[in-house]
T-cell receptor
Framework: KAGVTQTPRYLIKTRGQQVTLSCSPI?????VSWYQQTPGQGLQFLFE???????NKGNFPGRFSGRQFSNSRSEMNVSTLELGDSALYLC??????????????FGPGTRLTVL | QKEVEQDPGPLSVPEGAIVSLNCTYS??????FMWYRQYSRKGPELLMY????GNKEDGRFTAQVDKSSKYISLFIRDSQPSDSATYLC???????????FGTGTRLQVTL
């Protein structure tokens, strides 16, 4: 079956702009999590959506937001981009949740560069 | 101080060696412990998960959790060049709660 897909794969923006990233989970998966990965901080949890509701949230400013649609596809939005937002943004999906025996499948990520 | 600490490496070992990768953590509420492998330019993939303390073996991989010491390990036996990747530990309080990751250890297995 098809894996997790993320679009676009690469993105270049300038400071102050906003950006929307998209994630299509594996068919049947209801949980979608978003992560930011940088060399210095590693993988940091942004938020998780389950059945269109935000169930968990990480410690990121309100400029980072997301949503999930009825078909489980998810988007994340970053407003007023800052240079420090340059990172690999990963989306992961699972049947019921991100942990325990629920295997979480990651997409290839969107590489965002803020100039 | 980070909730999960992991030596970033890089760790270089010859083919066939036993590799030991470790993480320490500070939050005693963590119950689920996972190891992910990430190849360059790819998303992480789940290698193993363990609930609470104990050992779990899967082929050449063994995961150990010592909750009393807040210390987890991943052992790779008979390491292969294809094991060269970044290994990330992750943990959570419950099956529905967020994952907290270590920063990852970069492993290089040489011929």
């Amino acid at each position: 079956k098809a894996g997790v897909t993320q679009t676009p794969r690469y993105l270049i923006k300038t400071r102050g702009q906003q950006v929307t990233l998209s994630c299509s989970p594996i068919s049947g998966h209801r949980s979608v999590s978003w992560y930011q990965q940088t060399p210095g901080q590693g993988l940091q949890f942004l938020f998780e959506y389950f059945s269109e509701t935000q169930r968990n949230k990480g410690n990121f400013p309100g400029r980072f937001s997301g949503r999930q649609f009825s078909n489980s596809r998810s988007e994340m939005n970053v407003s007023t981009l800052e240079l420090g937002d340059s990172a690999l943004y990963l989306c992961a999906s699972s049947l019921e949740g991100p942990s325990g025996g629920n295997e979480q499948f990651f997409g290839p990520g969107t590489r965002l560069t803020v100039l | 101080q980070k909730e999960v600490e992991q030596d970033p490496g890089p760790l270089s070992v010859p083919e066939g060696a036993i590799v030991s990768l470790n993480c320490t953590y500070s939050n005693s509420a963590f119950q689920y412990f996972m190891w992910y492998r990430q190849y360059s330019r790819k998303g992480p993939e789940l290698l193993m998960y363990t609930y609470s303390s104990g050992n779990k073996e899967d082929g050449r991989f063994t995961a150990q959790v010592d909750k009393s010491s807040k210390y987890i390990s991943l052992f790779i036996r008979d390491s292969q060049p294809s094991d060269s990747a970044t290994y990330l530990c992750a943990m959570s309080r419950s099956t529905a709660s967020k994952l907290t990751f270590g920063t990852g250890t970069r492993l290089q297995v040489t011929l």
